[in-house]
């Protein structure tokens, strides 16, 4: 297996995570909060989108799939369309709303490109330094590994909240 085919493999997978997490839910029920000030399931599922979306663009050189595919006109939220959820207050939090399929459909538009992008590289490219700002620098595999570390823990949270909110009540 290469590298490139590790990574798809594993970036394959949250689009099913989030989507177990949104499965049968209401947008209310999407926008409900575990506790207050908490992340809602919309947001996660969002940001978790939004983060991956903005970051492989950056690295494969293109337009985010947010605005090239028209998902920000889609979602209609009250943000600027370079969002992506860093550093929001809670009261932005508690503004993504949206259907699971809208979000569900999201991410899996973003996963399919991210994979496309994926099904390019040589492990040449992922050695290859793309950002020098750190020591040592981040090559484009490093990035990758931690786009995709940011999507699991999200995916997984998404779970989790859910849990919180809907077992055994």
Do not use: K
Not at 32 to 52: D, I, K, S, V, Y
Not at 59 to 68: D, I, N, P, R, Y
Not at 73 to 100: C, K
């Amino acid at each position: 297996m290469t590298p490139a085919a590790l990574l798809t493999e594993a970036f394959s997978r949250v689009p099913a995570t989030v989507g177990r997490a949104l499965d049968g839910l209401s947008e209310d029920q999407l926008a409900a909060r575990p506790a207050a000030g908490a992340n809602t399931l919309a947001w996660l599922a969002w940001h978790t989108a939004r983060g991956q979306d903005a970051q492989v663009a950056d690295l494969a050189g293109s337009e985010q799939v947010w605005t090239a595919d028209g998902w920000a006109r889609r979602f209609g939220l009250p943000f600027p369309a370079e969002a992506l959820g860093y550093g929001m207050s809670r009261d932005d939090v508690g503004r993504v709303r949206a259907s699971a399929d809208l979000l569900s459909g999201y991410l899996d538009a973003v996963t399919a490109r991210t994979v496309a992008y994926l099904g390019t590289l040589t492990p040449e490219d992922l050695d290859a330094v793309v950002d020098d700002a750190w020591d040592p620098p981040v090559t484009a595999g490093v990035r990758l590994v931690s786009i995709l570390d940011d999507c699991v823990q999200h995916a997984g949270q998404t779970g989790y909240v859910r849990g919180l909110l809907f077992c055994n009540r």
